[in-house]
């Protein structure tokens, strides 16, 4: 069977694309509405996790390389930009070069800003990454070559947002003030299970999106899942915003 032609999808897609836009938002921003705005809050971990790394003592490698496996799994902010970076990728080696280069932001600065204990302003951290979802999708419609007449690399893209996962994350450990005796073989393990994770993802992912590619109806619901990735990040920027001005603004 030949493999479909990402030329020929990005041409059917923007074509049919135009009246599919309002739906696209209203399915996106409906779903996002319905999550509660405490759930909302990217580089969440669940209570019971929380309480589990702050109170671990001893070198714990398969329990925090689970904690890091669940936390990429159940993370919709890098799911969602990990979607955008392989929407138009159809060899499996720009797929493996792009999620390398994630891969390399994401951990550099999730080590980086753990061990030194750098951290940032966790509701600003996290609007970049909503952004960063936000800009994926732009760059998957085109957008910045047709509005700017400029198309950003995407690779070096790729990784500049990779750092910014990463930073976000080390900043949600850097709350649970994890010790510091074992918090580097805990840290590794934690990243390890991170990346497995992101393993386990991108493997669903590639599968649907070969099957939805296949699929007569790929070249005019393309554009529309474009729009609704970005309506996504704009929605999870927004409540990050939100929740800044609201709790932490002076």
């Known amino acids: 069977m030949r493999w479909p032609s ?3 999808d990005r041409e059917r897609a923007h074509a049919a694309g135009a009246t599919l836009v309002s739906r ?5 921003a409906s779903l996002l509405v319905l999550l509660a ?21 001893g070198i714990l490698l398969v329990p925090f390389a689970y904690l890091g496996a669940k936390h990429m799994v159940t993370g919709y902010d890098h799911l969602l930009f990990l979607l955008g970076v392989i929407f138009w990728l159809y060899r499996l080696r720009d797929v493996a070069l792009y999620v390398t280069l994630f891969a390399i932001g994401h951990s550099s600065t999730l080590l980086l800003g753990t061990l030194t204990g750098t951290g940032v302003n966790p509701f600003l951290v996290d609007t970049v990454i909503g952004l960063s979802v936000v800009y994926k999708a732009m760059e998957n419609l085109g957008a910045f070559r047709r509005w700017f007449g400029v198309q950003p690399d995407p690779r070096l893209a790729t990784l500049i947002f990779g750092f910014c996962h990463g930073l976000g994350l080390a900043t949600k450990l850097l709350e649970f003030e994890m010790p510091r005796e074992w918090m580097f073989p805990n840290l590794v393990a934690f990243n390890v299970g991170v990346e ?9 992912m590639l599968i649907a999106m070969g099957a939805w590619r296949r699929s007569a109806r790929f070249g005019t619901s393309a554009y529309a899942a474009n729009v609704w ?10 409540y990050q915003l939100t ?8």
């Open 196 to 204: 497995v994770g992101q393993l386990l993802a991108l493997g669903a």
């Open 24 to 28: 696209a938002i209203a399915w996106g």
């Open 6 to 8: 990402r030329e020929r």
């Open 243 to 250: 929740g800044y001005f609201v709790y932490d603004a002076p």
């Open 37 to 57: 705005p405490a759930q909302l809050l990217a580089h969440g971990i669940a209570r019971g996790d929380k309480g589990f790394i702050q109170e671990s003592t």
């Open 229 to 238: 990735i970005m309506t996504a990040g704009f929605i999870l920027a927004g």
